[in-house]
């Protein structure tokens, strides 16, 4: 792979290397096939047709999203078959964009209470049975979701208001955390296959089993999901590098920055240079375990310890020549899925050329 940034960039932009993009589509595609699993990747991370159609061809069998909005951009993009992985309250607004969405292409949601799912069905109305629903349960995360021996409520009241009940989902995201993945994907089975069978006992059939996140998809646990929903694979992240879930070869994106500033160290200074690619670039995610916001391909042992606006300082190691005023660098940020939603497109590029740009196509449709 060409490191350079390809002349002609204006810094600070997205980058994406379409052929490791591809190499890690083509890789999670052929894992799930060998274990028999579905693979619905989450395409919230990307939020960009060019690359759902890549995870379509490579045998996805369909997409999931976080929000009404995602789900009519990449509807009308040709996908059809979406899963909106959010516990919804829905509304009249919502319940209208959720039929004309069911008109297009099948629709499952995710519901976590008794009441959330009465009031979809009520809303809803005759239209209910378009409609397949999913019960989140918490696996762990402690975010949304209902402990597996809840769900046979929710699933009655589900079914008393005319909703489809398809099965369970869950988010192990505290796989998000080093040396988690593997007690985290334990703990999503369990969860998955408790709820399973109570909702199971209870005469409901359970025809889907969903789970999985970055940080557990490749790992060989043994697992009674039926579908995995990973979403961060296809890029690559500094966290996902920090929780060696990923290596430095399967990093796809990388922001284009330029050394803007630069100071030796003198008098107890550090030494360091700042680029021009800050928090509306970067994102600003920084989980307490992070080494930084952020990681350098090219200089591994530097890191990214600052970020402004417009400024992402970036200490540089002893044993490496300080870069130059007007050196182009790339940089690896810590949550690719941030960085995604802040820009209106993407560099697509293959051996240090530019060959594509790509729309950000589900850029701030977070409702």
């Given at each position: 792979?060409?490191?350079?940034?390809?002349?002609?960039?204006?810094?600070?932009?997205?980058?994406?290397d379409?052929?490791?993009?591809?190499?890690?589509?083509q890789?999670?595609?052929?894992?799930?096939?060998?274990?028999?699993?579905?693979?619905?990747?989450?395409?919230?991370?990307?939020?960009?047709?060019?690359?759902?159609?890549k995870?379509?061809?490579?045998?996805?069998v369909?997409?999931?999203?976080?929000t009404?909005?995602e789900?009519?951009v990449?509807?009308?993009g040709?996908?059809?078959?979406?899963?909106i992985?959010?516990?919804?309250?829905?509304?009249?607004?919502?319940?209208?964009?959720?039929?004309?969405?069911?008109?297009?292409?099948?629709?499952?949601?995710?519901?976590?209470?008794?009441?959330?799912?009465?009031?979809?069905?009520?809303q809803?109305?005759?239209?209910?049975?378009?409609?397949?629903?999913?019960?989140?349960?918490?696996?762990?995360?402690?975010?949304?979701?209902?402990?597996?021996?809840?769900?046979?409520d929710?699933?009655?009241?589900?079914?008393?208001?005319?909703l489809?009940?398809?099965?369970?989902?869950?988010?192990?995201?505290?796989s998000?955390?080093?040396?988690?993945p593997?007690?985290?994907?334990?703990?999503?089975?369990?969860a998955?296959?408790?709820?399973?069978?109570?909702l199971?006992?209870?005469?409901?059939?359970?025809r889907t089993i969903?789970?999985?996140?970055?940080?557990?998809?490749?790992?060989?646990?043994?697992?009674?999901?039926?579908?995995?929903?990973?979403?961060v694979?296809?890029?690559?992240?500094?966290?996902q590098?920090?929780?060696?879930?990923?290596?430095?070869?399967d990093?796809?994106l990388?922001?284009?920055?330029?050394?803007?500033?630069?100071?030796?160290?003198?008098?107890?200074?550090?030494?360091?240079?700042v680029?021009?690619?800050?928090?509306?670039?970067?994102?600003?995610?920084?989980p307490?375990?992070?080494t930084?916001?952020?990681?350098?391909?090219?200089?591994?042992?530097?890191?990214?310890?600052?970020?402004?606006?417009?400024?992402?300082?970036?200490?540089?190691?002893?044993?490496?020549?300080?870069p130059?005023?007007?050196?182009?660098?790339?940089?690896?940020?810590?949550?690719?899925?941030?960085?995604?939603?802040?820009?209106?497109?993407?560099t697509?590029?293959?051996?240090?050329?530019?060959?594509?740009?790509?729309?950000?196509?589900?850029?701030?449709?977070?409702?």
């Open positions: 792979m060409n490191h350079a940034v390809p002349d002609g960039i204006l810094t600070p932009a997205i980058m994406i379409v052929d490791v993009l591809d190499r890690n589509i890789r999670m595609a052929s894992s799930m096939l060998s274990r028999g699993l579905r693979l619905r990747p989450h395409v919230k991370t990307h939020k960009t047709l060019e690359i759902a159609a995870q379509l061809a490579a045998g996805a369909g997409l999931t999203v976080a009404i909005g789900a009519e990449f509807a009308a040709g996908a059809t078959d979406i899963f992985a959010y516990p919804l309250w829905v509304e009249a607004h919502h319940a209208e964009r959720l039929r004309k969405l069911a008109s297009t292409c099948a629709i499952t949601v995710g519901t976590d209470s008794a009441e959330s799912a009465t009031a979809m069905g009520r809803l109305g005759a239209d209910a049975r378009s409609i397949d629903v999913l019960i989140e349960v918490d696996s762990g995360h402690h975010r949304s979701g209902v402990l597996p021996g809840e769900v046979v929710v699933a009655r009241a589900a079914a008393a208001s005319g489809n009940i398809a099965g369970v989902f869950t988010f192990p995201g505290h998000y955390k080093p040396g988690m593997r007690d985290a994907a334990g703990n999503e089975n369990d998955l296959g408790r709820a399973s069978a109570a199971e006992r209870a005469g409901f059939e359970v969903s789970g999985g996140s970055t940080p557990t998809a490749l790992l060989d646990a043994e697992t009674l999901a039926t579908e995995l929903r990973p979403g694979y296809v890029f690559g992240d500094a966290q590098l920090e929780l060696e879930r990923c290596t430095w070869d990093i796809a990388t922001v284009a920055a330029t050394v803007v500033s630069r100071h030796e160290s003198d008098g107890g200074n550090i030494r360091r240079v680029v021009d690619a800050g928090s509306k670039i970067l994102g600003s995610d920084r307490d375990w992070a930084g916001y952020g990681r350098l391909p090219e200089y591994r042992e530097a890191r990214i310890t600052a970020l402004s606006e417009h400024h992402a300082t970036v200490v540089w190691p002893d044993s490496e020549e300080l130059a005023l007007g050196t182009r660098l790339r940089l690896i940020p810590n949550h690719v899925c941030l960085a995604m939603n802040l820009v209106d497109e993407v697509v590029v293959r051996e240090g050329a530019v060959v594509d740009t790509w729309r950000v196509a589900a850029r701030g449709r977070n409702n």
